[in-house]
């Protein structure tokens, strides 16, 4: 590993070489003033980062020791409440504010639709996301469960009636005619600046004019037709040589939504990047987004293909002007937290840097492409995600860190925007004064059940045994924790400024399940949630078409805002009475998870993929799923509900299903050959036998020590 030294840093050659040679180059940036300024701030921030981390650690000790001291005691809600103000855990909530961003793509501020999360380490899932901006709603509904019915890859005429039956229902909700369902329509045409929709010998036409917005080729034959509800678009398009084109009445022969709106590019717990070589695939990937040249090579069914970022759209407006629509998501950067360093760059004291700093510096540099071609940003603004923050302090120290990122790469200052993950108790009770300390860069607010109950279990570690993990859903807390975040969000006046996100849908085969479930999140007023495929973002659009999220936020602004005291209702059984059949099979389905997850994270760099679990469904996970079941099974032990040597029974009859699951991948390695040598194996272990003492529970200082172990034995 060769290191360059420079301005007191010691920095692998490879990121250096990645820095001064294709990032810095057609910017404004000089690589010599660039590296002293980087140096300066990293050593001036970086004793502070250290400092908040130690709080986390000195506030959950005392938290501890309180419920160890009060363990005889019914949990009495105010005794708790006023100890946990008396050591600065809950900050005295101030006067009421509104933010103050301004500078926001309309991606965030005024139009409500799904949103994807990609590992920004795979090049090909990466240009995927971003352009699922648009997607054929045929395809969607043809290849999923949403549509009843056998999903097959070949043509089936009948199945594709089907589809068609399916989206003219759908038109007919969210576009409706004044007079005809659409299934009565023979053909399109355009009279005037009116969408004119004949049948048989009549003409209807949409009862909201307003709704048609363009077209493409002639107004007597239109090649398609762009349509617009809820501030999403629709193109249908028209072609009667097609195979469905000729089995459909009025010749169309495909509707695309406006799908990801957004896209969350992901540094965080979706990627397994441990040292330089991982951190700059990373970086090169964001910069050639950020240029709008990155491409992906691969073969797909014995073809060759290459895969880039996706063009605007173009139409002829209703009265004959030029309509350019973006072609893309609107990308947003999810930077690594405050906890982690990273040995990229070792400073004056010999210690590594912290990896978030790091991170906001180059995924910022890189932007700064974006701000001259505009293939992201129209605004001339870099989106950054910050996750695992507790409290306003360390959201203070964000803040800090991104005007000096501003400072020292000369641009305006809150050009680089904010989204705080609510996924730590810390933040969430008060969320207020969080969004306080950003009030004007914030433009994203989340909930996220994994995370969260993560972060809940190993705060109230010492209160007693948990609840079963699906008991957590329905627990006061989780549902209280949901409300209080929109409530938050829309008091502090996100409505029309910035996303108020909901969580991921794990299953990306049960497309149905998500279509009957999904569509709460809008109701409940946010205006964006994850998704996990592009497939499931055209699908979950729906939701949008039939929900006007703005309408409901106006509705839910009225209401009372949830209650502290049920949030900070701890989710322990207080006389657990479970069978040991019962308690088995929640660790089996715990450990199935863990290891399913963590032996391609630490065999393979997989960050995020689709793990089978203990039935076969398979489930989108990433280090969040690591954190919440490693925690309940530690919890379990330390409260003795099982012990080390059932746990780890069971965790070897697991590695032996997981194991046999993956038995299709030529690179796979299998655990249960030998669990003593297996490095995978023993960090499923870990996360679990040293689950009580990392840090907020958190995964990534086990997993990344086990993926550097992993790769100096390669």
Same mark, same amino acid.
């Given at each position: ?14 990121l250096f070489d990645f820095v001064n040679n294709e ?98 380490d795979n090049a090909r899932y990466a240009l995927n ?163 709008? %040249? ?94 695992? +923050? ?75 045994? +948990? ?17 209080? %975040? ?20 794990? +299953? ?112 989108m996970e990433d280090r969040a799923t690591l954190r ?6 530690? %919890? ?30 030529? %690179? ?47």
């Amino acid at each position: 590993m060769e290191m360059i030294e420079k301005n007191g840093l010691k920095i692998n050659s490879t990121l250096f070489d990645f820095v001064n040679n294709e990032a810095i180059p057609n910017t404004k940036i000089n690589s010599n003033l660039f590296w002293s300024k980087f140096s300066n701030i990293v050593h001036e921030l970086t004793p502070i980062n250290k400092t908040l981390i130690e709080k986390r650690e000195i506030i959950q000790k005392k938290i501890d020791d309180w419920h160890k001291s009060n363990k005889e005691n019914d949990l009495i809600k105010t005794d708790y409440t006023n100890f946990l103000k008396s050591i600065g855990y809950i900050v005295e909530e101030e006067n009421n504010f509104k933010i103050e961003t301004d500078g926001v793509d309309e991606e965030i501020s005024s139009i409500a639709g799904p949103q994807l999360v990609v590992p920004v380490d795979n090049a090909r899932y990466a240009l995927n996301a971003a352009n699922s901006r648009w997607g054929s709603l045929y395809d969607a509904l043809y290849g999923t469960d949403v549509v009843p019915g056998k999903v097959s890859k070949e043509w089936d005429k009948n199945r594709a009636l089907k589809v068609i039956s399916f989206v003219r229902e759908f038109l007919d909700e969210s576009f409706p005619l004044s007079k005809i369902k659409w299934k009565d329509v023979s053909k399109i045409q355009i009279e005037g600046e009116k969408l004119v929709l004949i049948y048989g010998s009549n003409k209807d036409f949409l009862k909201n004019h307003n709704q048609f917005i363009g077209f493409n080729g002639n107004r007597n034959n239109p090649e398609s037709i762009l349509i617009k509800n809820n501030n999403l678009h629709i193109d249908i398009l028209i072609d009667s040589s097609t195979p469905v084109g000729k089995i459909d009445k009025a010749s169309i022969t495909d509707i695309i939504v406006e799908s990801a709106l957004s896209t969350i590019v992901d540094n965080e717990d979706s990627v397994a990047a441990v040292d330089a070589e991982d951190k700059v695939k990373c970086y090169r990937n964001w910069l050639g987004l950020m240029k709008g %040249n990155l491409t992906s090579n691969f073969t797909k069914n014995g073809k060759k293909i290459t895969r880039k970022l996706n063009p605007d759209r173009s139409y002829f407006s209703k009265d004959g002007k030029k309509i350019n629509l973006h072609g893309r998501a609107l990308l947003l950067n999810r930077n690594v937290g405050h906890l982690m360093t990273n040995p990229s760059i070792i400073l004056k004291d010999g210690s590594e840097i912290p990896e978030g700093i790091m991170d906001a510096f180059i995924s910022t540099l890189c932007a700064l492409h974006d701000f001259e071609n505009k293939k992201n940003s129209r605004k001339s603004s870099v989106y950054i995600v910050k996750p695992k +923050m507790h409290g306003p302090e360390e959201v203070a120290f964000t803040n800090t860190l991104f005007e000096k990122v501003e400072e020292a790469l000369e641009i305006p200052r809150y050009s680089i925007k904010v989204g705080i993950m609510d996924e730590e108790r810390r933040t969430t009770v008060n969320l207020k004064e969080c969004i306080r300390k950003v009030k004007n860069r914030i433009v994203f607010i989340n909930t996220g059940f994994l995370d969260r109950t993560g972060d809940e279990m190993h705060t109230s570690f010492e209160a007693g045994p +948990m609840i079963f993990k699906g008991e957590m859903k329905k627990s006061k807390w989780l549902n209280t924790y949901e409300d209080w %975040n929109i409530d938050i969000g829309l008091s502090c006046g996100f409505s029309g400024k910035a996303q108020i996100g909901k969580g991921m849908w794990a +299953m990306p085969d049960q497309m149905s399940k998500m279509m009957d479930q999904k569509i709460n999140h809008p109701k409940s007023g946010a205006n964006c949630a994850w998704v996990p495929s592009p497939t499931a973002a055209t699908l979950h659009s729906l939701h949008y078409h039939k929900i006007n999220v703005f309408e409901e936020q106006n509705k839910i602004k009225s209401r009372s805002r949830a209650k502290l005291e049920n949030i900070l209702e701890i989710p322990k059984a207080d006389r657990p009475n479970w069978s040991t059949e019962d308690i088995n099979r929640e660790i089996e389905n715990n450990a199935q998870g863990i290891l399913g997850y963590v032996v391609r994270w630490v065999d393979q760099g997989v960050g995020c993929s689709k793990v089978p679990d203990i039935n076969n469904i398979g489930l989108m996970e990433d280090r969040a799923t690591l954190r919440i079941s490693s925690q309940h099974i530690a %919890n379990w032990l330390h409260h003795g509900v099982c012990n080390k040597e059932q746990v780890i029974k069971i965790l070897k009859k697991m590695a032996k299903i997981v194991d046999q699951q993956n038995k299709n991948d030529p %690179n796979y390695k299998q655990m249960s050959d030998n669990f003593d040598k297996s490095i995978a194996f023993s960090a499923a272990c870990d996360l679990i036998f040293k689950g009580r003492v990392q840090p907020s529970g958190y995964t990534e200082p086990l997993l990344h020590q086990k993926r550097l172990e992993k790769k100096s034995n390669s």
